[in-house]
């Protein structure tokens, strides 16, 4: 039996829902990564690494070519993370990460992106069916972790508002595709993303003074 052959096994089921390996430990390593992205943790982002390749085996065992876009994205993304934040460590009075919240000319772009993103990798699923057996929210979901993963390299408090609008979709999503451990874990992150998104809000009204002279 190979690794790939492993991880797309059944591990367990539960309440008629199977659960395979891939997709338990991939969103078990995403959960990790969530929260060290709450305490600001550099390490939150080769932990996102990580959850990103092991979770390309479970998107592609369910046929969701969005999701496997998505967490080779996330692989991507993280490396750029790390050394974004591993540059800005020092932004804080502390030397902890800096955050903030996004200026509107952010916030207009970041939506704008999202937008058309969405519009975009949508009609490509679309034209294609093989693709994805649900284009739109799969485009939603692959476009919408990146727009948060690049908010959150730059340290902005909204990234904690995409992800929240990620897994509205996510959720029910996960669920459809038979990756019920997904699901679960999205209803986790929804917890976290709460709480962390007040703790940044907080931060960032501490920090405000300093990172006024921040560069971008």
Do not use: C
């Not at 080769?46 to 496997?68: E, K, M, R, T």
């Not at 992150?189 to 940044?200: E, I, Q, S, T």
Request: charged share 10%; glycine share 10%; no cysteine.
């Amino acid at each position: 039996m190979t690794a790939l052959t492993w991880l797309n096994a059944e591990a367990f089921s539960a309440f008629g829902q199977h659960v395979i390996w891939s997709d338990m430990i991939g969103n078990t390593v995403g959960l990790v990564a969530l929260a060290l992205g709450w305490r600001r943790s550099v390490w939150t982002w080769p932990a996102q690494f990580l959850s990103g390749l092991i979770l390309v085996a479970a998107y592609a065992s369910a046929h969701l070519s969005g999701g496997v876009g998505k967490q080779l994205l996330v692989i991507g993304v993280a490396l750029w993370g790390w050394r974004q934040w591993t540059r800005g460590r020092q932004q804080a009075q502390d030397g902890s990460i800096a955050v903030r919240f996004a200026t509107w000319k952010e916030r207009g772009a970041l939506v704008a992106a999202a937008a058309v993103g969405t519009l975009a990798v949508g009609g490509l699923f679309a034209a294609f069916p093989s693709l994805s057996w649900s284009p739109w929210a799969d485009a939603y979901i692959f476009v919408g972790t990146l727009v948060a993963m690049v908010a959150q390299a730059r340290g902005l408090v909204e990234f904690w508002f995409a992800w929240l609008l990620v897994d509205l979709v996510g959720v029910p999503l996960a669920f459809n595709s038979g990756l019920a451990f997904s699901g679960l874990v999205y209803v986790i992150y929804l917890a976290l993303v709460l709480w962390g998104m007040r703790d940044w809000w907080l931060r960032s009204r501490a920090t405000a003074p300093v990172l006024e002279g921040a560069t971008a």
